[in-house]
Every structure is written in C-alpha cells, then in structure tokens.
C-alpha cells in the first residue's frame, strides 16, 4: 500500500544507491552496479523516470534513446517496489516518460523482455494498446548469447509508430 499521492520525477545522481535498492525488490530484473544506477541519474535523467511517496522510492523506467535513432525510446528496466504493485504505477511511469518534451518526438518504443517475465509482457501490450499502435516481437538477444549463466532469451519488443502527446497518466496525483 502505497502513502499518499505519487510524483514523478528524473533521476539524479544520488539516487544510485536506491535505485539498486529497488531492483533487488524487484525479480527477475537483473542488477547491476550502484555506478550503473549513478550514471542513469548523472547522463540519462530526460529518458528515466522516478516514482515516489513520502516512504520513498516506489518505482522507475530507465531507458536511452539508441545512437542515430532519436525517435526511439529503448526502455531498459521497469521496476515497482512489491507495496506499489497492482495498481497501474508501471504504465503510469511509462506514460509520463513519454508525454516529457525532448529534443525531438518519440514515434517508437523498444524493449527486451524474457518469455517468462509475463508482467512486463502484459505491460508492454498494455502500453501499446494505450498508445493505439501495433506491438512486434522479433529475435535480438538468443539465449546462448548471454553465455553459461542459463539467462532467458531478450526478444525485442517493438511498439509503433505513434504520435505524440500520448494519453495522460490515470493516477498519478
């Protein structure tokens, strides 16, 4: 149960420890290193997006916008902290990254998510179905890719193209 209303914000610097926090709460995401969640704060803070309440840190997106490809957006990890979950907090963060002005417009969105990992996959389609555009799934990382570490395979997840502003957040106060 979350405390209060919910704000969305950029990351900065300092938050790298928390965000590596929440990814611990969070599988199957895997985690990476408190200087990995440093630099998403320091370089990558116009295409991530914090959630919190007055307990703190309740979720994130964190995602980059491939070299030469500005009208992407890739989203490299959603996470919601076990008392936030089941309430729409992951499609509202995606929502309100989106609806942020950039240097130019975002007409796709691109992920990898695991076969397994079905709330991602429900969210992903459920952003698409939000946006009114088409989801394609196709091959981009093959299991034996990721080496002996029995990792699932990151079919790419492709949602587009569409137009700018996208519908509002539904809960977020």
Same mark, same amino acid.
């Given at each position: 149960?979350? $405390?209060?209303?919910?704000?969305?914000?950029?990351?900065?610097?300092?938050?790298?420890?928390?965000?590596?926090?929440?990814?611990?709460?969070?599988?199957? @995401?895997? *985690?990476?290193?408190?200087?990995?969640? #440093? @630099?998403?704060?320091?370089?990558?803070?116009?295409?991530?997006? *914090?959630?919190?309440?007055?307990? %703190? *840190? #309740? %979720?994130?997106?964190?995602?980059?916008?491939?070299?030469?490809?500005?009208?992407?957006?890739?989203?490299?990890?959603? $996470?919601?902290?076990?008392?936030?979950?089941?309430?729409? #907090?992951?499609?509202?963060? @995606?929502? %309100?990254?989106?609806?942020?002005? %950039?240097?130019? &417009?975002?007409?796709?969105?691109?992920?990898?998510?695991?076969?397994?990992?079905? $709330?991602?996959?429900? @969210?992903?389609?459920? *952003?698409?179905?939000?946006?009114?555009?088409?989801?394609?799934?196709?091959?981009?990382?093959?299991?034996?890719?990721?080496?002996?570490?029995?990792?699932?395979?990151?079919?790419?997840?492709?949602?587009?193209?569409?137009? #700018?502003?996208? &519908?509002?957040?539904?809960?977020?106060?």
């Amino acid at each position: 149960m979350t $405390a209060g209303p919910v704000r969305l914000r950029p990351p900065a610097r300092a938050d790298g420890p928390d965000l590596r926090d929440l990814v611990m709460r969070c599988p199957p @995401l895997d *985690l990476n290193s408190v200087y990995l969640y #440093l @630099l998403l704060g320091e370089h990558f803070s116009d295409t991530c997006v *914090l959630a919190e309440d007055q307990d %703190g *840190l #309740l %979720g994130m997106v964190s995602g980059y916008r491939p070299p030469g490809r500005d009208d992407t957006l890739f989203v490299w990890q959603v $996470a919601v902290d076990p008392r936030a979950r089941g309430r729409g #907090l992951g499609l509202d963060m @995606l929502l %309100g990254l989106l609806s942020r002005r %950039g240097r130019s &417009p975002v007409r796709w969105v691109e992920t990898t998510v695991g076969p397994g990992n079905r $709330a991602s996959r429900k @969210l992903f389609a459920r *952003l698409a179905v939000r946006l009114g555009a088409a989801l394609d799934e196709t091959t981009l990382f093959e299991a034996a890719l990721f080496g002996s570490g029995a990792h699932e395979a990151e079919p790419l997840l492709r949602i587009g193209p569409f137009t #700018l502003p996208v &519908p509002e957040a539904g809960r977020i106060s």
